[in-house]
């Protein structure tokens, strides 16, 4: 009986990457994490095999997309393609906003820190009140357990690698 049941699983090319078959086909397709895609249509593709990425650039879906890509792009004059992205490259993307908030941030525990004004105070309604009011990204700036939890640490360090 065992000689009747196919056992084996079907062959693809276990090897190839998505980097590697955008490589192929640069184009018109781009790469976010571990998935390929196409750029006109916005679809995933299987990159393991290279048959579905032919049969997919051969569609007529693609062809038409396309077409309607290098039309919009030779009238604006070279207009950005919007492209889509994995969440996981999405996430993993520091923000301008990100970074804006951990400078002031260091920068406050730096500050309390040379004046020795405990994190506690920033807490105060009055404090927290200038801070949103008068400072520039101050409505970013965490209570004071999170600074201490995170922020703190790295000025402990800076300051230890200044002294020895």
């Known amino acids: 009986m065992d000689k009747f049941l196919n056992l084996q699983k079907a062959k693809s090319a276990r090897l ?3 980097h590697q078959r955008h490589s ?11 998935k390929l895609f196409c750029t006109p249509c916005n679809k995933v593709i299987d990159h393991l095999r290279k048959s579905s990425v032919d049969s997919h650039r051969k569609s007529a879906d693609h062809r038409s997309k396309e077409d309607k ?42 500050v309390f820190a040379a004046a020795n004004i405990p994190l506690s105070k920033v807490d105060h309604p009055a404090v927290r009140d200038f801070l949103q009011t008068r ?30």
């Open 16 to 18: 190839v990457t998505a």
């Open 24 to 34: 192929k086909n640069p184009f018109w397709t781009h790469v976010s994490g571990s």
């Open 69 to 110: 890509m290098k039309e919009a792009q030779g009238s604006d004059g070279g207009e950005a393609v919007k492209k889509q992205r994995t969440l996981d490259s999405a996430m993993n993307k520091p923000s301008v906003s990100t970074q804006a908030r951990n400078d002031i941030c260091n920068e406050l525990v730096s």
């Open 135 to 164: 400072v520039e990204n101050g409505g970013a700036i965490p209570q004071a357990h999170q600074l201490q939890d995170c922020y703190l640490k790295g000025e402990f360090s800076n300051k230890k690698e200044q002294v020895f």
